[in-house]
């Protein structure tokens, strides 16, 4: 069994150490499965022309709706999404990585918010651990306990924290569950 983990562990290094460049280079919204519109039925008018914008392109647009939402309906989760996703639409990392920090406090178990958050984690050494704690959080859900790529992407910042045997078990569990190649 002991050389089985040293195998998989350099084999692991290596990988992600080959493939780390090609991951940061993938853009954060098409990774993400559920970036979805939110239910705008009981939204105010301010978040739903920010979410009109924002599906016609015009992005910048969309973020000044949503802040000018965000201030005048603080609890406003899908004025918050809008902000972050906006944010990270327009490549301003460092603010998306803040906008859905925010989010997962005005809901916690918000799935977009957590998926995010552990993508974003791999990209600043001091986002790494928002990140595996947003994975953890997304992993506790029901139906996510089994999800290879959830569980991988947090072996891969679990492994960048130097986490090595906490990485390896992740690895496992999701190396049983038919991964995706990446994996």
Not at 34 to 58: H, R
Not at 68 to 92: E, F, N, T
Request: charged fraction near 20%; proline fraction near 7%; glycine fraction near 8%.
């Amino acid at each position: 069994m002991n050389w089985y983990r040293c195998t998989l562990g350099l084999c692991l290094g290596f990988n992600l150490l080959a493939a780390t460049p090609l991951m940061l280079a993938q853009p954060v919204l098409a990774q993400l499965p559920n970036a979805q519109l939110p239910d705008l039925n009981n939204e105010p008018a301010l978040v739903q022309e920010g979410y009109d914008l924002f599906e016609k392109g015009w992005t910048d647009q969309a973020l000044e709706k949503f802040l000018q939402a965000v201030q005048q309906y603080p609890d406003s989760v899908p004025a918050q999404l809008g902000v972050a996703r906006s944010y990270l639409k327009l490549g301003q990392d460092a603010n998306a990585f803040e906008e859905f920090r925010r989010l997962t406090v005005l809901d916690p178990t918000n799935i977009e918010a957590l998926e995010t958050l552990g993508f974003l984690g791999s990209y600043r050494p001091e986002w790494r651990t928002v990140g595996i704690d947003a994975l953890t959080t997304l992993l506790e859900q029901p139906g996510y306990g089994q999800n290879g790529e959830v569980r991988s992407q947090r072996a891969l910042l679990l492994f960048y924290d130097g986490r090595l045997a906490e990485a390896v078990a992740d690895y496992e569990i999701a190396l049983e569950q038919s991964p995706p190649l990446a994996t």
